[in-house]
């Protein structure tokens, strides 16, 4: 399945409006915020700095981080705009771990906050 333009942060002020309407939660990985959008579904940015390795790891990066968005399995409902800063800690890992702490920083951030997902099952 492909990435398409409509699941994306595309300007800054989307990611603005994110980063400060959003709640945050901090990860060994990476911060995750995530605020609600108005739409019916999520969407994902991502900021990956030099910081994260040259060009070959922060492209790795963000497939990593992509493919978990997409493996997410939130229940249809209000949407939410996820954005992603991802730390050099994710070069070099597997997409299971990064899976894993992907699912967690949602749950974490989501639920409490009331956003969409509020009643839902526990994500796998």
């Known amino acids: 399945m492909r990435f398409r333009r409509r699941q994306r942060l595309r300007t800054g002020r989307e990611f603005d409006a994110a980063f400060k309407g959003g709640a945050?939660?901090?990860g060994r990985l990476f911060l995750l915020v995530a605020a609600p959008n108005g739409r019916r579904f999520d969407r994902l940015g991502l900021a990956v700095s030099r910081r994260v390795g040259g060009s070959v790891e922060r492209n790795r990066v963000r497939r990593l981080l992509r493919e978990s968005f997409r493996r997410l399995e939130r229940p249809p409902g209000p949407g939410v705009d996820l954005v992603v800063v991802a730390r050099a800690a994710l070069v070099g890992l597997g997409q299971t771990e990064v899976d894993r702490e992907f699912r967690e920083r949602v749950r974490r951030v989501v639920r409490p906050a009331g956003m969409a997902?509020?009643?839902?099952?526990?994500?796998r």
């Open 24 to 26: 945050r939660a901090e």
């Open 117 to 123: 997902g509020a009643a839902s099952p526990p994500l």
